[in-house]
């Protein structure tokens, strides 16, 4: 539903320079379907999926979002 591009913060050193800006890329069509319609839905799925790429540019990898997310009650849709 979502994708981070870049250098974690965790993994810049101190001659980090010269690089593209991150990026997150959302996945309108897929997150509007999964939704059904529901705006709340959609809503709730923007939150997840948002939480979670920022997290991996926060230097988070999969296992620890997850982790993260089950504890919070994160990402319960997809």
Do not use: C
């Given at each position: 539903?979502?994708?981070?591009e ?45 939480w979670?790429?920022?997290?991996h540019h ?20 997809i």
């Amino acid at each position: 539903m979502g994708l981070y591009e870049g250098v974690p913060k965790t993994g810049r050193g101190i001659n980090y320079s010269g690089v593209l800006p991150d990026k997150i890329t959302i996945f309108q069509k897929p997150m509007e379907e999964l939704a059904g319609g529901n705006e709340k839905k959609l809503k709730e799925l923007v939150y997840e999926v948002v939480w979670h790429e920022v997290g991996h540019h926060l230097g988070f990898d999969e296992p620890e979002l997850r982790a993260l997310e089950a504890k919070k009650k994160i990402r319960k849709k997809i």
